[in-house]
């Protein structure tokens, strides 16, 4: 068992090749300062370099025993000792320790982009829990976030694909409509990829990407009944069963009922819907569930098709959907 106090705070720590120099308090922080063991040769020449100074680089560390935590990196300079090296000085770096574009260390950086990558915490909660500004965080999250957009087996195997399109944005003076496509796991419920615009050229592309053994494995793909949609999957997955959501089956089914009922009042009367037609009258309880209509509704949903509809032919795209 383990008695030295530094030992032990080393081993707290967890860094490799670290020795812990002390640890303190600030007034709203735990306080641990490090330094690294390993003394480095010259990169131009391989000559044995010797210390030119020290600088303090405070990062934001995971917390520790329910406090926040600052790890304070003494960082060396080193200076070559060959005077014909073009390299002079040099501040060593270590990316177990912590990357240079960031002001985290590396394990908090992961552990927050796994809770916001992974759990779907917000940036500021996480950075409330580290105690540090929300841009902390949120560059923490799009530089490791990056990498593991890069890993071409993030995804594993997928076996039913989704696409939807979203309107996200409406920019400029004239209120430009910006579409995004989200590509989901609908089997996992995990959204993969999102891809500029609502055709199919950037979906298709997306799918071209990805190694045909992957493509292969998809097995089901779900469309929102959009052509666009469908060309995707007829090129890119052309073996998937296509299938569609409940969701996109009514719309479409009460889309369908709608437009009979705007052609046969159109046919009938002359004109659009009125306050007093019929057919305008009954337009809402069309599209509900028979089962959500009362008996009152739908005995007055009956008479309004019957005044309204000689043909019948709302009454049977009622009945059909």
Not at 48 to 60: F, I, K, P, S
Not at 101 to 126: D, F, I, N, P
Not at 143 to 156: K, S, T, V, W
Not at 220 to 244: H, I
Request: hydrophobic residues 40%.
């Amino acid at each position: 068992m383990e008695s030295d106090p530094t030992r032990m705070c080393e081993l707290l720590v967890g860094l490799p090749d670290v020795t812990v120099t002390g640890v303190g308090d600030w007034p709203a922080w735990l306080r641990i300062a490090i330094e690294t063991r390993a003394r480095p040769v010259c990169e131009g020449c391989g000559t044995v370099a010797r210390g030119h100074g020290r600088r303090e680089v405070v990062l934001v560390d995971l917390p520790v025993f329910g406090r926040a935590t600052r790890l304070v990196w003494h960082k060396r300079r080193w200076r070559c000792l060959n005077p014909q090296c073009a390299v002079a000085t040099w501040t060593e770096q270590d990316p177990r320790i912590a990357s240079t574009r960031l002001a985290l260390t590396g394990r908090a950086a992961r552990w927050a982009t796994v809770q916001v990558g992974r759990h779907g915490r917000s940036v500021s909660e996480v950075a409330a829990d580290l105690d540090c500004d929300w841009h902390t965080v949120m560059d923490a999250v799009v530089i490791y976030g990056e990498i593991l957009i890069a890993d071409p087996n993030r995804f594993g195997v997928v076996v039913a694909v989704g696409l939807d399109e979203t309107l996200f944005a409406r920019e400029g003076q004239f209120r430009t409509q910006c579409w995004s496509t989200q590509i989901v796991d609908v089997g996992r419920g995990q959204l993969l990829d999102i891809v500029e615009g609502r055709d199919a050229a950037p979906a298709c592309a997306w799918f071209a990407a990805r190694p045909q053994v992957w493509c292969d494995q998809v097995r089901w793909a779900t469309l929102d009944l959009s052509n666009s949609y469908r060309a995707v999957f007829d090129t890119m997955l052309p073996d998937a069963v296509q299938v569609a959501d409940p969701f996109h089956v009514v719309r479409l089914a009460n889309s369908a009922l709608d437009e009979c009922r705007r052609r046969v009042q159109n046919e009938t009367v002359g004109h659009r819907g009125r306050k007093a037609d019929p057919l305008y009258r009954c337009r809402r309880r069309l599209v509900m569930a028979k089962e959500r209509l009362s008996v009152d509704g739908h005995e007055r949903l009956l008479g309004l098709l019957a005044a309204g509809d000689p043909k019948r032919e709302v009454w049977f795209a009622w009945n059909a959907n």
